[in-house]
């Protein structure tokens, strides 16, 4: 595709619910990242997948938090009972390896009620 | 935890020539530095990357000393159209294969006319 590609772009849930956050990197692409980011903050680092090694997870907030990476291409960021404070947007993004420049989607803007 | 760190913000004139400097005190040695900016409701956008010295191009210039402990991003002739975030990246490698990126605090620049 064109470039990296965020599904759905909003998200309404109520609090205790599951939500699942789609993120299609550029074909090729081998690393992937997400960040979240609350209004008016900075990136806060979720999670990082480089081709096929063990993801570094050190960024997920909770044990509610998880993501994967199916063969090596799209990645899914399912929060489980989603909590007031994960309203946020989630931004994925995608690069050709390490230290290569990152490509962001535009991000899924998660609102919990 | 190493961090990098920003000024939270800061202001300008059309025209004028605007440097924002990160510091980056715990940076490893075969990280890059990577400058993005950000407008409202979109992904950050790769501005400029650089390894050491002095890095240039059709934006902006990249200026990293000897000890790479900091870098300093430079708009030159900022416009209106400017007026975003921007963040400092580097890598960070906790002693093992991830690459973890780090997001600066960012710097909101405001361009006045």
């Known amino acids: 595709g064109a470039g990296v590609s965020q599904s759905p772009s909003n998200k309404v849930t109520e609090k205790g619910k599951d939500v699942e956050l789609r993120c299609d990197p550029i074909?090729?692409?081998?690393?992937l990242y997400w960040y979240r980011q609350s209004l008016g903050q900075g990136l806060e680092f979720l999670i990082y997948?480089?081709?096929?090694?063990?993801?570094?997870k050190s960024g997920l907030p909770s044990d509610r938090f998880s993501a994967e990476r199916t063969g090596g291409s799209v990645s899914t960021l399912t929060i489980q009972r989603t909590q007031q404070e994960d309203s946020a947007v989630y931004l994925c993004?995608?690069?050709?390896?390490?230290?290569?420049?990152?490509?962001f989607g535009s991000g899924t803007q998660l609102s919990v009620l | 935890l190493a961090k990098t760190t920003q000024p939270i913000s800061m202001d300008s004139y059309e025209g004028q020539e605007v440097n924002i400097t990160c510091s980056h005190n715990?940076?490893?040695?075969?990280?890059?530095i990577t400058w993005y900016q950000q407008f409202p409701s979109q992904g950050p956008r790769f501005i400029i990357q650089?390894?050491?010295t002095k890095v240039t191009n059709e934006v902006a210039s990249l200026f990293i000393p000897a000890d790479r402990k900091s870098s300093t991003l430079s708009l030159p002739r900022v416009s209106l159209s400017d007026t975003a975030v921007y963040y400092c990246?580097?890598?960070?490698?906790?002693?093992?294969?991830?690459?973890?990126?780090?997001f600066g605090t960012g710097t909101l620049l405001a361009v006045q006319p």
């Open positions: 715990n940076i490893a040695t075969n990280d890059y």
């Open positions: 997948f480089q081709g096929n090694s063990a993801p570094d």
């Open positions: 650089g390894y050491k």
């Open positions: 074909s090729g692409h081998t690393a």
């Open positions: 993004a995608s690069s050709l390896g390490v230290n290569e420049k990152l490509f």
């Open positions: 990246l580097v890598g960070f490698n906790y002693g093992g294969a991830t690459n973890k990126l780090i």
